[in-house]
């Protein structure tokens, strides 16, 4: 049975998409506060998250960033009004659907399932991640990139593995510890921006004007999951074996 997290200060609205979950043999978990979220997904099995734009401790679009330095949970945002969530900004937080309120049963479950199989069918794929012509497999500690085999240290293929998983999202620093380290950022290692540094050069990532492996100044480190499409680097690449 799938859990989901209803995340909805709208007492009568969470009672009835309860009620009507339940009977469609879902597993419910509601909270009202946008600041109790995470813990609810770091101490339960979530499958999918219901998230109200408009919440107490946190918006909505904050937790959908928070959750995204986490985990990869499907998330569907509810808003009361078109204009009240803008599309691009819920997506680029990390949504990955949106319903307008007043929710229509049908429809929102149609929405539910949609996602819970695009999930199923990315976790059946998850010893694989592929962004253009990079590949990374998993079990196999294996990188591939323009048809070629990258050899990198285990602790450059976890770095490069773990920012990948959570391509599109800023990961802050305290993160990325706290999963490769196992401790909490102290504030002064900076070892991860070396290793970062590190692999702009082996997939020759331009420092100055990076477009695969970001820095954002404050917040951490971005995985562009789009910039791999690598027609640039064959071209660079083309142009170096003509001009021998």
């Not at 998409?17 to 009202?32: D, G, K, P, R, W």
């Not at 990955?96 to 049908?106: F, G, L, Q, S």
């Not at 002064?188 to 820095?215: A, C, E, G, H, Y």
Request: glycine content about 4%.
């Amino acid at each position: 049975m799938n859990t989901i997290l209803l995340v909805e200060d709208d007492i009568s609205l969470a009672d009835w998409v309860c009620e009507y979950l339940i009977e469609q043999e879902f597993n419910v978990i509601h909270v009202e506060r946008g600041d109790l979220v995470l813990d609810k997904i770091k101490t339960n099995s979530i499958d999918l998250v219901l998230l109200d734009v408009m919440l107490p401790g946190l918006n909505g679009i904050e937790v959908c960033r928070l959750v995204r330095q986490h985990c990869q949970v499907p998330i569907i945002m509810l808003t009361a009004r078109a204009d009240e969530f803008d599309e691009v900004i819920g997506l680029e937080a990390g949504a990955n659907d949106y319903v307008i309120k007043p929710v229509r049963p049908r429809a929102l479950l149609a929405r539910i399932n949609g996602q819970l199989i695009h999930s199923q069918q990315n976790s059946s794929k998850s010893n694989t991640l592929t962004f253009g012509e990079l590949t990374i497999n998993q079990e196999a500690k294996r990188v591939t990139y323009l048809n070629k085999e990258i050899e990198l240290s285990s602790s450059l293929f976890a770095f490069l593995t773990f920012l990948a998983e959570h391509s599109g999202s800023v990961v802050d620093r305290d993160s990325v510890f706290k999963a490769l380290k196992k401790r909490d950022y102290d504030g002064q290692d900076r070892r991860f921006d070396v290793m970062l540094s590190s692999l702009r050069k082996i997939f020759n990532d331009d420092p100055q004007k990076p477009k695969k492996f970001k820095t954002v100044w404050g917040k951490g480190y971005l995985f562009v999951s789009d910039a791999w499409g690598s027609t640039q680097d064959i071209d660079s690449e083309s142009s170096a074996k003509e001009s021998k």
